[in-house]
């Protein structure tokens, strides 16, 4: 009886071994190959805003470079004098933040010349030609679009018209020079 | 009587016993056959045959669209270990791609595939799933074919995987928040065919 119990507690071992075997050579081929990774979405921003620019004269025309802030350009003074005078202010509007933006709000203003003689003023008004515009010369107009990460090229410019005859005697002020752009989440 | 069914049944159980060794012995001779890195077998006059498993990630490749950023982890010969994406703007996309190559003698199947679900959560932890409806999250052949299990890498072959997750473009703006995307995770187990 003791043999037999012994010989079975064998054979169940043998048992044992043969199974592990198995499972031993169904594991060896096998390759697990893994990736792991997260990712994360960041807080939306706005940031629209101005971009120092450059100026350009031509003649006798000279330029004082304004101040420029994220949200304005102030302080800039042209100075002409002969007809053919001009100057530009090339500057640059974008779009840093993480939301599409549309023009909203377009204010260009009007000049307006004064002067100690009110008629030669007018007159040398007659013969300015101001403009804000893209620096491709295109309007800037409510609705244009400034997508993220997207940055324009604009200009002021302000000549003395080449075909003027006449130049005032006294220096005549050039006001209205003001603009106004107001960008809104599109 | 009892004497006589004892021997026949001892006979039975030596018999069993000596079954299972020889069955033992041809498994531990085919896992020796197998583990080892290399056997070699002189077959016929002068040719030696290698055989050899051996299924890896190859050439791994990162690239980003807009302001898209990426981490990009740690790396062996099976595992690419936690890579890291940012999103700044909708439309930002990142793409991952790499090769799984059979460099061994053996040829291979796909016995198991799995990529994670996506689980998004808001800087304080409350669920994001809804606004993670805006990513686009898929991991497939380069040549656009989906991956199954029980697709075979012959010896010698090499796939291409891509990984892609994108931000898209129409999504709304996430104010005064950030949204942390776990479970990005990828699993590929081979076996041999």
């Not at chain 1, 470079?65 to 003074?77: A, D, K, L, N, Q």
């Not at chain 1, 130049?167 to 005549?172: D, S």
């Not at chain 2, 791994?60 to 700044?88: C, Q």
Request: hydrophobic share 40%; proline share 2%.
């Amino acid at each position: 009886m003791d043999k037999n119990r012994e010989v079975k507690i064998i054979a169940v071992v043998a048992l044992l071994v043969a199974v592990v075997g198995l499972s031993v050579a169904y594991a060896a081929l096998s390759t697990t190959l893994e990736i792991s990774g997260s990712a994360t979405i960041n807080s939306a921003s706005w940031d629209v805003g101005f971009v120092k620019g450059s100026h350009t004269t031509t003649g006798g025309a000279t330029f004082v470079e304004p101040t420029v802030s994220s949200t304005s350009i102030t302080g800039y003074s042209a100075k002409l004098t002969m007809p053919g005078d001009s100057v530009t202010y090339n500057f640059k509007i974008t779009n840093q933040g993480s939301i599409p933006a549309t023009l909203g709000t377009v204010n260009i203003g009007s000049i307006s010349c004064t002067g100690t003689d009110s008629a030669e003023a007018a007159a040398t008004c007659a013969n300015l030609t101001y403009s804000v515009t893209y620096a491709d010369g295109t309007a800037i107009k409510v609705g244009d679009a400034l997508a993220v990460g997207v940055t324009k090229d604009a200009k002021i410019t302000i000549t003395f018209n080449a075909a003027a005859t006449t130049v005032p005697a006294n220096p005549v002020t050039v006001n209205g020079m003001d603009v106004t752009l107001i960008y809104n989440q599109a | 009587m009892n004497t006589k069914n004892d021997k026949k049944k001892s006979k039975g159980y030596w018999l069993l016993f000596l079954l299972c060794i020889v069955l033992g012995s041809l498994m531990f001779v085919t896992v020796s056959y197998t583990v080892g890195s290399t056997v070699l077998k002189i077959v016929g006059f002068n040719t030696t045959q290698v055989v050899s498993w051996d299924i890896r990630i190859n050439n791994i490749s990162t690239n980003t669209i807009g302001r898209a950023k990426v981490r990009e982890g740690e790396v062996s010969n099976t595992m690419i270990k936690d890579y890291s994406v940012n999103f700044s703007v909708p439309g930002d996309t990142f793409t991952m791609t790499f090769d799984i190559v059979n460099k061994g003698t053996l040829n291979a199947r796909l016995d198991h595939f799995s990529m994670g679900k996506l689980n998004c959560t808001y800087r304080d932890g409350r669920d994001a799933s809804d606004y993670c409806k805006n990513i686009y999250y898929v991991v497939e052949y380069a040549n656009g074919n989906n991956i199954q299990v029980g697709d075979i890498l012959d010896a010698g072959q090499n796939r291409k995987v891509k990984v892609t997750l994108k931000y898209y473009e129409d999504a709304l703006p996430l104010w005064n928040d950030i949204v942390n995307i776990d479970d990005l995770d990828i699993s590929f187990i081979f076996g041999q065919k």
